[in-house]
């Protein structure tokens, strides 16, 4: 409720759907309103006013070319992030995703896709950045976030030095992390940019939205796909002081895909970021 002198005003919070025609900027195509359940607000607040999470071109198993939002922060009312995916499709049909619960990686960071037609799948890799749950952490690391989260400063949300992995079939989406941090352990990846080789979609490797077709990689050889470049680099997950041990930074990482099988870790193995200041995991 608000209130304004004598009266008092409810706000509905909805969100609003609209199209803009192309070439211009000043006209409005369509507008439409999304209002949600109370009990959907109360579980997973409002799917559409997630920000500083990943929204990338993508496609369904299928092939079928769509936009996907990951992540997010500032769910409204908690200290929460969002981990329902949402597809938009070309028509502007949307889902939300609520059979998968995204734990790694809900702050804007580098997302690699990859397609396999033949099996119908899509793998995401998300690397580093800022997420409600971590796998890898260094003795210094490890050190500084039990330090800050025995002071009850841990607000749920540390930098991380995972690598993720999202695969998504046609039953379903799973959810997974490598066996190995990012080198060094630097927690790096928070607002960096994947940057694909434009060749790729020249030669083929890639489809028009950049999403790489697997099936195209030939077994076994290192192929360079692109670069990660700049974003947020963190001292450690947690700030030993508020405000401070985050700087920007110019590192540079070559990324090479290598189409072979790989160990990974299942993310329900993860370590929670638990907001109550207790020390765990």
Sequence with gaps: MVSRGKRAEKLDNPDRMFRLKAGTLDRIGAVST????????????????????????????????????LG?????????????????NADGAYHVDTNFSQKFSQYECPVLRFWSPSTQTIYRCLVGGIGHYWMHQSAVHAAAYQRVSKEKRNDGFPFVEDVAFQVETTAGTSEYVATNPLPGHRLLGASADFLELPSLR????????????????????????????????????????????????????????????????SANEGHEALPTGQPHG
């Excluded at 997010?72 to 938009?88: D, E, K, L």
């Excluded at 099936?215 to 002081?241: H, T």
Aim: charged share 15%.
């Design 34 to 69: 999304i209002y949600y359940p109370q009990d959907q607000v109360q579980q997973a607040g409002h799917p559409f006013h997630r920000r500083d999470g990943n929204i990338v071109e993508d496609v369904s198993p299928n092939g079928t070319p769509r936009i996907i939002a």
């Design 72 to 88: 997010g922060v500032f769910r409204p009312g908690i200290i929460g992030a969002y981990v329902q995916p949402i597809t938009i």
């Design 202 to 265: 020249t030669s083929g490797l890639a489809l028009p939205n950049g999403v790489l077709n697997l099936d195209q990689f030939p077994q076994g050889k290192g192929i360079l796909i692109g670069y990660i470049y700049g974003g947020i680099e963190a001292d450690n997950p947690l700030p030993l002081v508020p405000n401070t041990g985050t700087h920007a930074t110019n590192e540079v990482m070559q990324v090479i895909l290598t189409k072979e099988p790989t160990p990974v870790i």
